[in-house]
C-alpha cells in the first residue's frame, strides 16, 4: 500500500490507485482523481453515478458492476462509457473513493 494527497489529505491506497479506505474520501478528491483519469470536469451526472456508486458500497461492501450501474444508476450503460470512457464501473470507483469493485480486472 502507498499513499496519495488529494485536497491536502494524504490517503491511504492499493498498489492500483484505490482507496483502501473509504472513509478517507471527500467529495472535493474527486476532481482531482478524475483529472489524474483524464476526466477534467464532473458533471451532474458524473455526480449521480459517484453518489451511487458510494451507496452500493455502503449498503453491499462493493461498487456496482457496469451492468447494476446501467440498470439501476439512472444512467445508461452508453452513456456511462462517455462519462467515464476507461472503463465505467473501475473508473466511478476509483473516483468515488472505494475498493475496485469485484468482478473488474
Known amino acids: 500500500m502507498t499513499t496519495k494527497t488529494y485536497a491536502g489529505t494524504e ?4 498498489d492500483d490507485g484505490f482507496f483502501t479506505d ?4 471527500r467529495e472535493e478528491m474527486a476532481l482531482e482523481i ?3 483519469s483524464g476526466i477534467d470536469e464532473l ?26 450501474l446501467g440498470k439501476t444508476s439512472g ?3 452508453k452513456e456511462l462509457y462517455q462519462l467515464f470512457p476507461k472503463g465505467p ?4 470507483a476509483r473516483i468515488a ?3 475496485k469493485p469485484r468482478g473488474c480486472i
Open 11 to 14: 490517503v491511504t491506497v492499493g
Open 22 to 25: 473509504p472513509e478517507q474520501w
Open 34 to 36: 478524475a483529472r489524474e
Open 43 to 68: 458533471t451532474d451526472r458524473h455526480w449521480q453515478v459517484i453518489t451511487f456508486m458510494r451507496r452500493e458500497y455502503a449498503e453491499k461492501g462493493t461498487g456496482a458492476t457496469v451492468r447494476v
Open 75 to 77: 444512467v445508461g450503460v
Open 89 to 92: 464501473a473501475k473508473l466511478a
Open 97 to 99: 473513493g472505494i475498493p
